[in-house]
C-alpha cells in the first residue's frame, strides 16, 4: 500500500522561502529498516546550510528535498529483520543520510534501525528531539576528540544555542570547569546550565578575559563559533591544551596547535547514554520556540538567526 504524508519539501537550492508544505509519497520500508510516526523534529543551522547549497560536495541533495536532521517519534512499522525496536517504541535520532532527500519536518520518516535509541522517557517528544544532533556534536567535541578530564577548564564558544547548551552540560557532567560565551543577555540562562563563567564576544578580548581566571590558559577550546570570537580566544589556550572547532577546518590557524574538526556522526550508543542522563535529570534541553509544519519556513528564518536560546522545533501535528 502506497502511504502518503505530509511534508515540508524544497526543489531547488536557495532560500528558506523555497519550502512549501505539501503531500509526498512515504518511501517503502527496506530490510533493517523501520517506519517512525514523527512527532517532533528540532531545526539546526546545518538545515539551512544544506538548502543553500553549501555543503552539496560533500552531502549530496537528491530534489524534491525534505529538510531536517532531528527527530523524536514512535515505531509504526519494522522492515524484515529489523528486531531491536517493538512497533510503539518512543525513540530518537539523529536522521542524516548519505544523500538528503527524506528529512523530519514530516509526518514519516524511514531510517535504519541503527540510527535510533530509545528516547529519554521522561522528556518530552520536543525536547528529545533536540538532543540528537547537538547532544552527540558536544559529546563527540567534548569527550570522544576533546578527552575532557575531571578537573580541566574548557572555554565553549557559542554557548546558549542548540550545542552549547549540550556542551556546557555534558562538560559539567564531566567535572571540568566552564567558561561558556555568547552575548550578556544569555549569561544567567547559561550559568543555571552550569557554566562556571560567562564572557561575551562583544567587544571583548577573550584571551585578555581568560587569562584573568586561568592565567595558565585553558586545557580545551571547544568551537562552535569560529570568526572573530575564535580568532580572540587563540591565545588562552594552555600550552599543549587542545582546540575542537566544528566550523573551523583549519584555516587561518596557527602553527602546531592541537586542533581537531568534528563533523557529527550517528551513534546510536552515544544516544542511549544522553538518554540516560536526561532520565536521572541531569541532562535539560531548553525548547524556546515551537512550529507547526505549516510554518517550517519561519521556524528556518529564525535559526539563521543565529542567536536563538537552546532549540526550536517543528511539530508534525
Ligand atoms: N561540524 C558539525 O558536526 C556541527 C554540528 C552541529 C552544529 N555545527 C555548527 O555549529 C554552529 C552552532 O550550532 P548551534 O546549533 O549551536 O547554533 P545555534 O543554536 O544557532 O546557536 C548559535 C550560538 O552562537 C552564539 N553566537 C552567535 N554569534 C556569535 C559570535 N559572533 N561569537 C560567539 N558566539 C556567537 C549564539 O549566542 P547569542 O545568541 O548569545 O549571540 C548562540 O549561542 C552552527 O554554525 C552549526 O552549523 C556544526
Redesign the pocket.
Known amino acids: 500500500m502506497t502511504r502518503q504524508m505530509r511534508a515540508a519539501v524544497y526543489d531547488e537550492f536557495g532560500a528558506a522561502d523555497r519550502i512549501s508544505v505539501r503531500t509526498v509519497k512515504v518511501p517503502e520500508v527496506q530490510e533493517g529498516e523501520v517506519l517512525v510516526r514523527i512527532r517532533a523534529a528540532a531545526v539546526?543551522?546545518?538545515d539551512s546550510?544544506v538548502r543553500e547549497g553549501y555543503l552539496n560536495s560533500f552531502i549530496p541533495v537528491s530534489f524534491p528535498a525534505i529538510p531536517g536532521w532531528d527527530m523524536a517519534g514512535v515505531i509504526e512499522e519494522r522492515g524484515y529483520s529489523a528486531r531491536r525496536f517493538e512497533v510503539g517504541d518512543e525513540v530518537y535520532g539523529y536522521a542524516r543520510r548519505p544523500i538528503v532527500r527524506y528529512g523530519t519536518f514530516a509526518e514519516y520518516i524511514v531510517l535504519p534501525e541503527s540510527y535510533l535509541a530509545l528516547k529519554p522517557k521522561t522528556l518530552s517528544f520536543e525536547e528529545s528531539a533536540g538532543i540528537p544532533?547537538?547532544g552527540l556534536?558536544a559529546f563527540q567535541s567534548l569527550v570522544d576528540i576533546g578527552r575532557l578530564q575531571p578537573g580541566q577548564s574548557v572555554l565553549i564558544?557559542?554557548?546558549?544555542?542548540?550545542?552549547?547548551t549540550m556542551g556546557i552540560q555534558i562538560a559539567r557532567e564531566k567535572g571540568a570547569t566552564i567558561i561558556g560565551?555568547?552575548?550578556s543577555?544569555?549569561h544567567a540562562f547559561m550559568k543555571e546550565l552550569g557554566a562556571d563563567h560567562c564572557i561575551s564576544?562583544e567587544d571583548t578580548d577573550i584571551t585578555a578575559e581568560i587569562r584573568l581566571l586561568f592565567p595558565d590558559g585553558v586545557d580545551l577550546i571547544f568551537d562552535?563559533?569560529s570568526?572573530?570570537?575564535l580568532k580572540s580566544s587563540l591565545g588562552a589556550l594552555k600550552e599543549g591544551g587542545r582546540l575542537v572547532s566544528?566550523?573551523n577546518r583549519g584555516e587561518d590557524l596557527p602553527e602546531g596547535l592541537d586542533f581537531h574538526y568534528?563533523?557529527?556522526e550517528p551513534n546510536s550508543t552515544e544516544l542511549t547514554a544522553l538518554a540516560e542522563l536526561a532520565d536521572e535529570g541531569r541532562l535539560k534541553v531548553p525548547v524556546s520556540a515551537t512550529f507547526s509544519l505549516e510554518n517550517t519556513t519561519e521556524a528556518m528564518r529564525l535559526?539563521e538567526t543565529?542567536?536563538?536560546?537552546g532549540k526550536i522545533v517543528v511539530v508534525p501535528g
Not at 157 to 164: D, H, K, N, R, V
Not at 306 to 309: A, E, I
Open positions: 539546526n543551522p546545518v546550510a544532533l547537538t556534536t564558544l557559542g554557548a546558549s544555542g542548540g550545542i552549547g560565551v555568547a552575548s543577555r544569555n564576544y562552535a563559533a570568526g572573530e570570537t566544528i566550523l568534528l563533523f557529527v535559526i543565529r542567536h536563538t536560546q
